[in-house]
């Protein structure tokens, strides 16, 4: 076995709304109605970043295009209220504030245009969307070898094509980005091949992802996809596979992409036999924020992520990677922080 160096990075979690266009099957993240929705307010933000501890990024998520969603009419006149017309205008003014306060943020608000991911950049040290899967949404598919996925089938946002696009326009402007695979939501062991092909392509052209989490689905009670028609429950996919992924993802990606799994989703064992196959890299863990995708499992905390991951070594980095930092791949306003807070190999300069 050859050991490779382990990198983390230390965040807030910041969920800026959880209205969205899409309606996946496996989700408990997105507002059903008008009485679960919200927009967080620069006030909360602020509070939430007064308790930050020594952490360098901001992670903003947000549902996918809340303009577009059948809360539309509800998120216009909140965005309205607080002097904006689009989620991506009242995300650029946060990552303004969280500069100002020494956070680095990195922003993943579905898929975006080029424009939008140009809006984006300046204030952005890295960026990025899942692309999941390269299987279309059921309803969608073209030929008949391809299967639909139910738990896409009314989230026009998980088009595959969509989401590649908006990462190759990322690779276009030069944005450090972060993608992935969700793994277990029906796709087939060769629609994952195919992702990882699709995501190692764009990255051959443009050069610019820094990471591909490899993700595995979590059943949650309430959604479509925590029983199906039978009441039969439906189950994450099983170690094997989740080590069949990471194995292929070794394979097929280049060696300068980093393979990240998520450390709260596994348990210790299983991560470490993870990182062994070639896992580079733990994702970001907020020991103040949830998670707010999986908010039944917390993070664990450094200390016991350096117990469980030894004798590999785990290094804190920043939310773009170090090889981005020494290419100088980030913008004049994020500029003074990644020089406040990295060393001269690219990652976080450590404090005594
Ligand atoms: S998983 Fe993301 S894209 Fe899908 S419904 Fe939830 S918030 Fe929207």
């Known amino acids: 076995m050859k050991k490779h160096c382990l990198t983390f990075s230390k965040n807030i979690f910041i969920p800026v709304t959880n209205v969205c266009r899409n309606a996946c099957g496996y989700c408990v993240f997105r507002a059903r109605s008008v009485e679960e929705a919200y927009l967080t307010s620069k006030k909360a933000f602020l509070s939430v970043v ?3 501890g020594a952490v ?3 992670l903003f998520t947000a549902g996918e295009k809340p303009e577009d969603s059948n809360l539309s009419r509800w998120f216009k006149k909140k965005i309205e209220s607080v002097g904006q017309s689009s989620l991506v205008g009242y995300t650029k003014e946060l990552c303004k504030l969280a500069i100002k306060q020494g956070l680095l943020p990195h922003c993943n608000l579905g898929v975006l245009g080029r424009e939008e991911l140009e809006e984006l950049r300046e204030v952005n040290a890295s960026m990025g969307l899942m692309l999941e899967t390269t299987a279309p949404p059921a309803g969608t598919a ?9 738990a896409h089938r009314n989230s026009p946002g998980k088009d595959p094509a969509l989401r590649l696009k908006t990462i190759e326009e990322a690779g276009r402007l030069k944005i450090p980005f972060t993608t992935g695979l969700l793994v277990g939501i029906g796709e087939t062991p060769e629609d994952r091949v195919r992702s990882l092909e699709a995501i190692k392509s764009l990255h051959q052209k443009y050069g610019h992802i820094q990471e591909v989490i490899i993700q595995p689905f979590v059943p949650k009670p309430g959604t479509q996809m925590w029983e199906n028609k039978n009441k039969k429950r439906k189950r994450p996919p099983s170690f094997e596979e989740l080590k069949e992924v990471v194995r292929a993802a070794s394979e097929v990606l280049p060696g300068e992409v980093a393979i990240q799994v998520p450390p709260n989703l596994t348990s210790p064992r299983e991560l470490l036999e993870l990182v062994k196959l070639g896992a580079s890299d733990l994702g970001g863990i907020s020991e103040r924020t949830l998670d707010y995708i999986n908010p039944e499992s917390p993070w664990p905390g450094e200390e016991e992520l350096r117990r469980v991951v030894a004798p590999f070594e785990l290094r804190e980095r920043l939310p773009l990677h170090p090889r981005f930092v020494k290419q100088r ?7 003074p922080l990644v020089e406040k807070y990295a060393d001269e190999e690219g990652f976080r300069l450590r404090t005594p």
């Open 50 to 52: 007064k308790a930050k």
């Open 56 to 58: 360098t990024e901001a």
């Open 142 to 150: 073209e030929t008949e070898t391809e299967v639909g996925l139910e």
């Open 329 to 335: 791949w980030f913008s004049e306003e994020v500029r």
